[in-house]
């Protein structure tokens, strides 16, 4: 017989959501892994999604997900075809330089 019981969604370290919540809305050049990254982020109006899409300049690598502020089910993590510990790194790790660039033609 299944278990017809949901998976609760993967716990979000509150050092993600600070780190998440510093990096700057729009589009930032940074350093992550001794490699060059541009990052976009948007929020939405109401502070309940942010999507951020990352890729590294020069290389092949790249990092994509939403994460919302749900009231009932608390903050959910939803990564685009990889893995929430990839993410979680990645954002926790991210360090976006001190002047804002402008986005690669």
Known sequence: MRDLRR???PSVPASFESALAKLPEGYVDGIFGNRSWGVTVKRSEDGKRTWL???ELGGTDI???NFYRLIRSGPM???CEMSSATVVEFVL???PS???AAPPP
């Open 7 to 9: 998976e609760a969604p």
């Open 53 to 55: 899409y990352g890729e």
């Open 63 to 65: 990092v994509s997900f």
């Open 77 to 79: 993590l939803k990564p």
């Open 93 to 95: 790790g991210f360090e």
């Open 98 to 100: 001190t002047k804002k």
